[in-house]
């Protein structure tokens, strides 16, 4: 079966800038992730889909950053305006239940100047 | 607060010994346990899990984890590591009706 896609893989822009990562689950996945990793750390969740609506979005900081899932399959996470210290690895995943794993994207690393 | 905690940084070993990772956790109830192994500019590949059964749980790439519910410990195993298996690993727990949470990571770097 084919992977979580994430684009794009590196994103380096200036700070007040905006910038938006797309990602699409395995096909099938009802529950959808976006987590923030930051270097040295584990991964932090920051919003969980399922399907098209929010289950937890309690650690997403609202003030800058957005996510949708429209069709309740792809999802873009949106952050406006970038902050110096939001420089992290955005990993996306996708899941079937409790119970079981979670599966990873390759993650976009971004770059704050 | 609920936590994980992976208590060393770093675990080096040399190739063909045995290695452990260790994870001890602190959460209510009966939580889901899972080890993840992450790779340079790679995302998160899942290793194995306990759900409930038995202790000791097989995965991939010959990993084993042993759940011990007195010490809340999930330590990651392996009985004769390779160098391939040096990489960043994650123990993860779940609170039944809850998102995952992570460790911090421990590095295990494999010396030929």
């Known amino acids: 079966e084919a992977g979580v896609a994430q684009s794009p893989r590196y994103k380096i822009i200036e700070k007040r800038q905006s910038v938006a990562f797309w990602c699409n689950p395995i096909s099938g996945h009802a529950t959808l992730y976006w987590y923030q990793q930051i270097l040295g750390q584990g991964p932090k969740l920051l919003i969980q889909f399922q399907n098209n609506g929010v289950v937890d979005d309690s650690q997403l900081p609202k003030d800058r950053f957005s996510a949708e899932r429209l069709k309740g399959v792809d999802s873009t996470l949106k952050i406006q305006p970038a902050k110096l210290e939001d420089s992290a690895v955005y990993l996306c995943?996708?899941?079937?239940?409790?119970?079981?794993?979670?599966?990873f994207g390759d993650g976009t690393r971004l770059s704050i100047l | 607060a609920q936590s994980v905690a992976q208590p060393e940084d770093q675990v080096n070993v040399a190739e063909g010994n045995p290695l452990t990772v260790k994870c001890t956790y602190s959460v209510s109830g009966n939580p889901y346990l899972f080890w993840y192994v992450q790779y340079p500019n790679r995302g998160l590949q899942f290793l194995l899990k306990y759900i409930t059964g038995d202790n000791l749980v097989k995965g991939s790439y010959g990993f084993e984890a042993e759940f011990n519910k007195s010490q809340t410990s999930f330590h990651l195993k392996k009985p004769s590591a390779l160098v391939s298996d040096s990489a960043l690993y994650f123990c993860a727990v779940r609170p039944s009706t809850d998102k995952l949470i992570f460790g911090t990571g421990t590095r295990l770097q494999v010396f030929p």
């Open positions: 995943a996708s899941g079937q239940g409790l119970t079981q794993p979670q599966h």
